[in-house]
């Protein structure tokens, strides 16, 4: 599930610690030699960064180049959040961890030169296996536009509650 918004907007994670005993880490992904034209993949876990690399993203029958995914370090919660630094608009994206393996995010820069698209996006990979014909599933994901603080602590309250709605 993709959403495009203006390159004005930073793209913000939550990534897993390194330590148990650490908090996650607020991240701001920039740009890196290492990963240059490339997208930026938030796994769920190990196996969820080997489904990003199984060859799925390789095809294109409409002729398209296709970017290639780069999976870096999983993501502590299923969340991406983007800020406009100037006015502190911003746009606050979540799904059910169960229900995305991965999400990716256009790393930032400060040069429109060095930037992998024109544009800030996120994109949430959802189910994370196979279907068959006739299957059904479903999943919950939410988008909230809001104003954030500086202190960047709505978006994460936002997904807790996000979370507790879900809880039997």
Known sequence: ????????????VYLKPRAPTVEPQ???PMVNEA?????????????????????RWDRSEGKVPTVPNCPVRPYA??????????????????S???HAYAFS???HANKPEDRLTTYSAVDFSLFG???????????????????LDDDRSQ??????????EAKP
């Open 26 to 28: 607020l991240v701001l």
């Open 96 to 98: 059910q961890p169960r």
């Open 129 to 147: 296996a196979d279907m068959l014909p006739g299957a059904e599933q479903t999943v919950k994901v939410r988008m909230v536009l809001t104003t």
């Open 35 to 55: 990963f240059r034209g490339m997208l930026l993949v938030f796994p769920r876990d190990a196996l969820a960064a080997r489904m990003c690399l199984d060859g």
């Open 105 to 107: 995010t256009r790393y």
């Open 77 to 94: 919660y299923c969340l991406a959040f983007l800020r406009d630094p100037q006015t502190r608009l911003g746009v606050v994206l979540m």
């Open 155 to 164: 978006p994460l309250a936002l997904y807790r509650a996000f979370l507790a």
């Open 1 to 12: 599930m993709s959403s495009y918004f203006d390159s004005v907007l930073e793209p913000h």
